[in-house]
């Protein structure tokens, strides 16, 4: 307490200041002063511990009070309503740099859910939106899907919604997830190729492992749900950024790993049906909820892989997906005549 007692007394006097829009630039360069040598206390102390976990506690518990007297003194400028804004918001850059000091070397699974200073956003929202419009305008200009970049935004849209707590964890992974962006779409050496290159654009989203259900469902889809393909395209491959987006989750390339262990069917089941009266069974009984799954596509990507119908070795899943709406009246009539057969079976035999 008492290595962060002269800051902290600092930073009340400050805060009043701020409120009552009486702030100047000269008290910011003496807190800057303060902060400098309040850091080299602190990080000093941590080198007394013999555990380096014990030093990355106690540097993260420093880091939660200036965080905290960080978002003071940004509340009481944010009260007066006036020009007082900017020289606040110095002084918060002033501890946001100091926390940078004290948690650079904390590593990322300790760090938590340990929340960023609101006024940190403030002061780079608009840098993270403009390095993400210059990424997202080459991947239009080459041809990106918009569904696809709608899920690209996400990061950057979490960053800088305020409404939303962001932790410091959120912020290193979109540090990597630009950074592997600008990598991946600056020019070459003979040129930016004219369009976005399917495998290229799903070995990026790897790299950087922006692991949501929503992304590994694009990937197994552009992969036509074939494991054969998935395995071969994934097995060569590592991760070069070492944080996923949802530590919660799996990372995307241990996640296609276990769907290609789970989807190792061999044998598949023949129907003597063809393909669009296999999709629209499948329709119907998703439909009255005896098949469970979350929407229709895991449905077809199921099914294409466990079942074959007549004369049909394998079912390509873009084929059974796109027939899971057919509207045929043959097959319409087929199925309830199936059905009609069903029920006599079960009257025979279940009596």
């Known amino acids: 307490m008492e290595k962060t007692k002269t800051l902290q007394l600092l930073l009340e006097q400050l805060t009043e200041k701020a409120a009552a829009a009486q702030l100047t630039l000269e008290e910011i360069s003496m807190l800057a002063i303060e902060a400098q040598a309040t850091a080299n206390r602190l990080l000093q102390a941590a080198l007394e511990f013999t555990e380096s976990w014990q030093a990355d506690r106690y540097l993260r518990i420093q880091a939660v009070r200036i965080i905290e007297w960080d978002d003071s003194l940004w509340h009481a400028a944010q009260s007066t309503g006036n020009d007082t804004h900017p020289i606040a918001l110095e002084g918060c850059r002033v501890l946001h740099r100091l926390c940078r000091e004290l948690t650079r070397n904390i590593s990322s699974t300790d760090i938590g859910t340990l ?48 409404a939303l707590g962001y932790s410091l964890y959120d912020y290193r992974y979109l540090l990597q997830y630009l950074e592997g962006w600008e990598a991946w779409s600056a020019p070459t050496p003979i040129g930016t190729p004219a369009n976005v290159d399917k495998l290229d654009l799903i070995t990026q989203l790897i790299h950087i492992d922006y692991n949501t259900p929503r992304i590994f469902s694009c990937i197994v889809e552009a992969l036509d749900g074939d494991r054969e393909a998935v395995e071969a395209f994934i097995h060569p491959m590592g991760l070069a950024g070492p944080l996923p987006y949802a530590p919660e989750n799996p990372g995307l390339l241990e996640e296609l790993k276990s769907w290609i262990g789970e989807n190792r069917v061999s044998d598949p089941l023949t129907m003597g049906m063809s393909v669009p009266e296999l999709a629209v069974c499948a329709r119907m009984l998703h439909g009255v909820g005896l098949i469970l799954e979350r929407n229709l596509e895991t449905v077809a990507r199921k099914v294409a892989r466990g079942f074959a119908t007549k004369g049909t070795h394998r079912i390509q899943y873009h084929s059974l997906l796109k027939k899971l709406h057919v509207r045929d009246q043959d097959v319409k009539h087929t199925i309830k005549g199936w059905l009609g057969d069903m029920g006599r079976w079960l009257e025979r035999n279940m009596n």
Do not use: Y
Not at 117 to 132: G, I, L, T
Not at 136 to 149: K, Y
């Open 115 to 162: 929340l960023l200073p609101q006024s940190f956003r403030v002061a780079e929202r608009n840098n993270f939106a403009h390095r993400w419009a210059t990424i997202r305008e080459t991947l239009e200009n080459r041809g990106g899907d918009e569904a696809l970049l709608h899920l690209l935004d996400r990061p950057v849209e979490k960053f800088v919604a305020p």
